[in-house]
């Protein structure tokens, strides 16, 4: 950095130069110099107040969105307003950024706007060719306009470039069958269910396309399967009749279709009661507080920790039995050491959706890190009541247990062990047996875990 002189020198001064002898020429150049100062320095606020202004005239504007408020009754209106806000936040903030795009194309597809949805994941995938998310809203907009070919192939790209997703291998299969390439499903489903063996979904899916297939052998075994996993699982109820037809079993078809009218018929009843006095802003009040999630995960993707903040606390009192936007605000008050306000946040959500497992799942997990052990125990158990079919909390009580180290759990832990392996003989149930099996001195047992953990992974 140059050096501006010491204050009061001028670079034109000469030493030995009288001063004297120069002084109008001195007082007129002091004249002109603040003058020049003057002008410089209003050009300079000028420049400030264009950029400032025309950077205001070039915020996103989003005209699909603003032409639905225009149109929408007061308390839509206000709501809509709410995600254009958030949108246009983001897009200032981070406007060439893919994750950025992902948003306003995920929000625009939930506002029924498809065409919207696609430019932005286009736009995206030019600034990143390898972001396969894009790709998997590319398969989500082409399958809901009928296209199952073509969303088959965008599922497929987002598969190939490991875009972390829980149901993709499931889209993808659908949209396979209903594009006639069945085939193409099986080996995909069959690798998801080696992977994640116990996914209800996926059996049923693969189910459905051995049916597809005319392997009705095949089918009714993984079906049978699926309903012994989940009973009160509704559709597959009726491609298990379809498949015992086919074979020939008439008398377990008649079952199977009876027990399907029996949970349809429960399913419609259940609907119809949740629309007796429905809050006619409810789904909208849930799309605005997807839309401020989506945000605050793209501002804790570039460290911007205080708006992501804000966005997750509206986003919780607009959908308070939401369990996404709960967990992630509590796991940023954790990682940043607000321990008791990470627990309000969890407490919080155990209050508002007490059928939901996930609560007490949450809020044990984070009392087990604090060794609160019998709150944590008390948790876990509350989970199972909620979800007995499913092995998450058993694994969970399991763990905790195992962690513990003490001699008097140790039975107990085997058996909740045992039972998340009979509902999901998952590797990581698997090696959770082994150890269970070990702490009991059944070193057979520990290492047969162990094998098929190992075969598995």
Request: aromatic share 8%.
């Amino acid at each position: 950095m140059r050096s501006r002189g010491k204050p009061g020198e001028r670079r034109g001064d000469t030493p030995g130069f009288s001063r004297s002898q120069d002084a109008p020429r001195s007082s007129s150049r002091r004249w002109w110099r603040l003058l020049l100062a003057g002008t410089l320095c209003v050009a300079a606020w000028g420049a400030a107040l264009f950029f400032l202004f025309s950077g205001r005239s070039k915020r996103p504007e989003f005209p699909r969105i603003a032409e639905a408020i225009s149109r929408a009754p007061p308390g839509v209106a206000e709501l809509l307003a709410e995600i254009r806000e958030t949108v246009q936040g983001l897009a200032e903030a981070y406007p060439d950024s893919p994750p950025t795009l992902e948003v306003l194309a995920r929000i625009h597809h939930r506002l029924d706007m498809p065409d919207e949805a696609v430019a932005y994941c286009r736009k995206a995938l030019e600034l990143d060719p390898q972001f396969g998310v894009a790709y998997y809203w590319l398969g989500i907009i082409a399958r809901q306009k009928g296209n199952h070919s073509e969303a088959a192939d965008c599922f497929r790209k987002a598969l190939d470039l490991k875009t972390p997703s829980d149901g993709l291998i499931v889209d993808l299969a659908d949209a396979l069958v209903k594009a006639g390439r069945a085939e193409e499903a099986i080996p995909l489903v069959r690798e998801d269910l080696r992977a994640h063996p116990g996914s209800v979904a996926s059996m049923i899916v693969l189910g459905e396309v051995y049916a597809q297939c005319k392997r009705f052998q095949d089918a009714r075994g993984v079906l049978e399967a699926a309903v012994r996993a989940a009973p009160d699982y509704t559709r597959a109820y009726l491609a298990l009749a379809t498949a015992c037809a086919k074979l020939g079993d008439q008398a377990k078809s008649k079952e199977h279709l009876e027990r399907f009218k029996a949970l349809k018929e429960r399913d419609e009843q259940s609907h119809r009661e949740s629309l007796k006095g429905v809050d006619p802003l409810a789904d909208l009040r849930v799309d605005v507080a997807q839309a401020r999630l989506s945000a605050a995960k793209v501002y804790l993707w570039h460290r911007e920790l205080q708006p992501a903040e804000g966005h997750l606390l509206r986003a919780c009192e607009l959908a308070p039995r939401e369990w996404e936007c709960r967990q992630m605000l509590a796991s940023l008050y954790e990682h940043e050491g607000y321990t008791e306000e990470a627990l309000r946040v969890l407490t919080d959500f155990a209050k508002a959706a007490p059928d939901d497992p996930k609560a007490p799942m949450f809020l044990g997990s984070m009392l087990g890190r604090l060794r609160r052990f019998d709150a944590a125990v008390e948790c876990y158990r509350k989970a199972i009541a909620l979800a007995p079919g499913q092995a998450m909390g058993y694994a969970a009580l399991a763990d905790l247990f195992l962690q513990e180290a003490s001699p008097k759990h140790a039975a107990e832990a085997k058996a909740l062990a045992q039972k998340a392996v009979d509902l999901q003989p998952a590797a990581r149930n698997l090696f959770l047996l082994a150890i269970a099996c070990r702490r009991t001195g059944d070193l057979r047992a520990a290492r047969a875990a162990l094998d098929r953990a190992l075969a598995l992974e």
